[in-house]
């Protein structure tokens, strides 16, 4: 059975920086890609990042990129999400989550990690 256990969430002022884990284990079949999601209190959950666990083809929302990168170490099966220059807007739980996703970014399965949560202050 697929698990995701997220590690690193926290409190930070606005510039500053965390790196949020995702441990994978078990495995599921026709799984291609380990993604980060986040949702604010009263919006909905959006993806921020997603790396296909093949090849390490990488995927990043308008809003984050150029500041969050996603990585990962297939030897120890985590996923990791660095987040720099930090905002505001940018605290929300963040999940983790593992499926298959189409190259055009449909998630056709999805497991989820029970999230961490991120907080910004200005």
């Known amino acids: 059975q697929l698990q995701l256990v997220e590690f690193g969430g926290g409190s930070v002022p606005a510039g500053g920086s965390l790196r949020l884990s995702c441990a994978v284990s078990g495995y599921t079949y026709g799984n291609n890609c380990v993604g980060w999601f986040r949702q604010a209190p009263g919006k909905g959950r959006d993806e921020v990042a997603a790396i296909y666990t093949s090849g390490d083809t990488t995927y990043s929302s308008d809003s984050v990129k150029r500041r969050f990168t996603i990585s990962q170490d297939t030897a120890k099966n985590t996923v990791f999400l660095q987040m720099n220059s930090l905002k505001p807007e940018d605290t929300a739980m963040y999940y983790c989550?593992?499926?298959?996703?189409?190259?055009?970014?449909?998630?056709?399965?999805?497991?989820w990690g029970r999230g961490t949560q991120v907080t910004v202050s200005s």
């Open positions: 989550a593992a499926g298959r996703r189409g190259t055009g970014g449909t998630w056709y399965t999805i497991t």
